[in-house]
């Protein structure tokens, strides 16, 4: 598993080339954004993903809210999750980063230098199984947001390979990791968080962490005018089969 396209030519090896080759074109502040931004910045933007949308969540109907946020709970702790999966996952292929085995690469992640004295494994790629999971989470909170954050995780993937510090099958492999934990786990996940989720919301103290204050499933208008004063008509209609 170690020799797992790691020479020779072929696609990954000939996209890794043309995606990292475009650093040396590209100007210098532009190859430290997307160094930054594939290090920590989409991460980061991703947990204020996280948070915005459950500020959102917090103003709908207790029922839909009680979902969104357990989903929204289940989404950073199935990244986690995935983050564990990949430690024996990336033990047991064994493949080395790129720079390893094939010269003329760019490394501009500052995290590994020149490519030196880092020993980490390649397959797959933890940061972009962390963006797919949170933006897979999201999405089961809300479609729209979510759309959004799967978004920013392909840019997350573009961004290892531009940095040189993983090959394109590294990146698929993370996106697939992340989405097969969060939606293969997630009807368990949702079963044993909802009613947590549900708890909280019923609680005096702390239930503002799930629903804003004052909110209500509100009732019809008109169905509330109706029960509370029936017309005339049939007010004297019901008094006439009483008498």
């Known amino acids: 598993m170690a020799g797992l396209t790691t020479g020779g030519p072929n696609v990954d090896v000939s996209l890794l080339y043309e995606v990292n080759g475009a650093a ?8 430290r954004a997307v160094s930054l931004a594939g290090e920590y910045g989409i991460l980061l933007a991703l947990v204020l993903l996280v948070l915005w949308c459950w500020r959102g969540a917090r103003r709908q109907d207790e029922t839909t809210a009680v979902e969104s946020c357990a989903a929204l709970v289940w989404a950073p702790l199935a990244a986690g999750l995935a983050l564990l999966v990949n430690v024996p996952l990336r033990e047991f292929v064994g493949r080395q980063r790129p720079f390893r085995h094939h010269e003329g690469l760019q490394v501009l992640d500052p995290g590994f230098g020149a490519g030196i004295g880092n020993t980490e494994f390649s397959f797959v790629s933890d940061h972009t199984t962390l963006a797919m999971a949170l933006g897979v989470g999201l999405f089961l909170a809300n479609r729209k947001i979510g759309l959004l954050g799967i978004g920013l995780a392909l840019v997350e993937g573009f961004c290892r390979v531009y940095t040189g510090v993983h090959y394109p099958t590294d990146v698929i492999g993370g996106l697939a990791l992340g989405t097969a934990v969060v939606l293969v786990l997630a009807p368990l996940a949702m079963a044993l968080l909802t009613p947590v989720v ?8 702390v239930g503002r962490l799930v629903r804003a204050k004052g909110r209500a499933v509100p009732r ?23 008498a």
């Not at 040396?24 to 190859?31: E, G, M, S």
């Not at 549900?198 to 103290?205: C, F, T």
Request: charged share 25%; aromatic share 2%.
């Open 24 to 31: 040396r074109k590209a100007p210098d502040w532009l190859d």
């Open 220 to 242: 019809p208008v008109g169905l509330a005018t109706q029960t509370q004063n029936p017309p005339a008509g049939q007010r004297t209609h019901e008094n006439d089969l009483a």
């Open 198 to 205: 549900r708890a909280v919301a019923g609680s005096p103290r």
